[in-house]
Nanobody, 126 residues
Framework: QVEFAESGGGLVQPGGSLRLSCAAS????????MGWFRQVPGKEREFVAA????????YYSDSVKGRFTISRDNGKNTVYLQMNVLRPEDTAVYYC???????????????????WGQGTQVTVSS
């Protein structure tokens, strides 16, 4: 059982930056693909970014590409999401998630992830 402690969310003005952290415990994420999703009330959870476990290759939704960066530090058992040039439409609860151990593929859908963090609120507003 892998559990996550998410941190870094908060209130930021448009154009600002935040870095989200997702620290895992109870198990290693070294061999798991990791992802970030976000969700607003009344909508399905939306894919934001993912990173492979074997080579660190990253993937992004079109809406965040060029502004967000996902990274991982396996020594700290932690995944990060650096968010720059934030927009009001980025406002959401952000969730980190771990995919199946040793899976080489990329996971874009929520049902493909095995463990989830509890979420952290990001609000972009002036």
């Amino acid at each position: 059982q892998v559990e996550f402690a998410e941190s870094g969310g908060g209130l930021v003005q448009p154009g600002g930056s935040l870095r989200l952290s997702c620290a895992a415990s109870g198990g290693t994420i070294n061999r798991r693909p990791m992802g970030w999703f976000r969700q607003v009330p009344g909508k399905e959870r939306e894919f934001v970014a993912a990173i492979r476990w074997n080579d660190g290759r990253t993937y992004y939704s079109d809406s965040v590409k060029g502004r967000f960066t996902i990274s991982r530090d396996n020594g700290k058992n932690t995944v990060y999401l650096q968010m720059n040039v934030l927009r009001p439409e980025d406002t959401a609860v952000y969730y980190c998630a771990a995919g199946k151990s040793s899976y080489y593929g990329i996971n874009y859908n929520t049902h493909e992830y095995e463990y989830w963090g509890q979420g952290t609120q990001v609000t972009v507003s002036s």
